[in-house]
Nanobody, 118 residues
């Protein structure tokens, strides 16, 4: 059974930082490209950051220079370091795993809430 479990969300003041973690089980983690998405109330889910199995990264323009995605294959974990958080970063953040050569193997976590407010 595949599980993606996110953690690390919470309430933070503008300008603050958080680090999200997503631990995967039930998959061969190193075969998967990993993503962080977010969805704010009333908005569509959007991709925030991606990291390939080879370690290449990609970011949404809105978070470039502030967020960093990384992975630890030994721990089956992907991270999202979020700095200089702003109220517009408030959303439910989801972890997503897509197999690098079999994209129908596509799994989601339940999400972790990030709220940026003073």
């Amino acid at each position: 059974q595949v599980q993606l479990v996110e953690s690390g969300g919470g309430l933070v003041q503008p300008g603050g930082s958080l680090r999200l973690s997503c631990v995967a089980s039930g998959i061969i983690f190193s075969f998967y490209n990993m993503y962080w998405y977010r969805q704010a109330p009333g908005k569509q889910r959007e991709m925030v950051a991606a990291i390939t199995r080879g370690g290449s990264t990609n970011y949404a323009d809105s978070v470039k220079g502030r967020f960093t995605i990384s992975r630890d294959n030994a721990k089956n974990t992907v991270y999202l370091q979020m700095n200089s958080l702003q109220p517009e970063d408030t959303a439910l953040y989801y972890c997503n795993a897509k197999h690098s050569i079999a994209p129908m193997k596509d799994y989601w976590g339940q999400g972790t809430q990030v709220t940026v407010s003073s």
